[in-house]
């Protein structure tokens, strides 16, 4: 059982920083890509990053030269550095992979259950 576990949101002041991270834990062959989307109510879910396995990385033009999205050394790991906080950057967090087990050796993506940021003062 694949499980992908987000950590690191709350509340903080427009202006400020806060830095997201997801693990991915559980049986595993191998992890593609991985990226981080958002989501408030009433709206579609939308990407905010995304990083390849390769470690080239996409924004959405909402937050290009504000969040920075990285792999972690052991590459089941992924963070949102996310600096110059705006109140319509306030969501639900998700982050997703792309992985692939050993019992299927298909690629699935999988989806954490979302950590909520809060910009307000």
């Known amino acids: 059982q694949v499980q992908l576990v987000e950590s690191g949101g709350g509340l903080v002041q427009p202006g400020g920083s806060l830095r997201l991270s997801c693990a991915a834990s559980g049986t595993i062959f191998s992890i593609n890509a991985m990226g981080w989307y958002r989501q408030t109510p009433g709206k579609e879910r939308e990407l905010v990053a995304r990083?390849?396995?390769?470690?080239?990385?996409n924004y959405a033009d909402s937050v290009k030269g504000r969040f920075t999205i990285s792999r972690g050394n052991a590459k089941n790991t992924a963070y949102l550095q996310m600096d110059s906080l705006k109140p319509e950057d306030t969501a639900v967090y998700y982050c997703n992979a792309d992985i692939v087990t050993p019992a299927t050796l298909r690629l699935v993506t999988y989806w954490g259950q979302g950590t909520q940021v809060t910009v307000s003062s």
């Open positions: 990083i390849t396995g390769g470690g080239s990385p």
